[in-house]
């Protein structure tokens, strides 16, 4: 993929659960790790499990073949709403007091941001 020059936006938030579209891993549902909006692309949790070869560092030590999980395209996933369980769409709205709220597409309900810091 081309590297973007402008963020994207995300309605995808750490700690929100998804459901994969795409992949070898489609159908799954899992916890996102962490958003990388620079390159439109997110981290979910044991999704997308890549082998990697890593070289041995120092003498003595062997190289290994460790299994890590890469990040997926934001277009391959989609965000399961935690009060109707369904893989939804994302309405993003202002509150009376500006601050910015995401709702389910399907219910209605407001999503709440899991992000803690
Ligand atoms: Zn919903």
Same mark, same amino acid.
């Given at each position: 993929m081309a590297p973007l020059t402008q963020q994207v936006k995300m309605t995808i938030r750490r700690g929100d659960t998804v459901r994969i579209? @795409? =992949?070898?891993? @489609? =159908?799954k549902k899992a916890r996102v790790l962490a958003t990388l909006p620079q390159v439109g692309r997110i981290l979910v949790e044991g999704v997308n499990m890549v082998k990697k070869h890593v070289r041995p560092k120092r003498a003595g030590e062997k190289g290994q073949r460790v299994v890590v999980a890469a990040p997926l395209n934001i277009a391959s996933v989609q965000l399961v709403c935690p009060a109707c369980g369904k893989g939804t769409r994302v309405l993003r709205r202002r509150t009376a007091e500006g601050a910015l709220e995401r709702v389910c597409k399907k219910c209605q309900e407001v999503i709440p941001s899991k992000l803690t810091s």
């Open positions: 579209l @795409r =992949g070898k891993d @489609r =159908g």
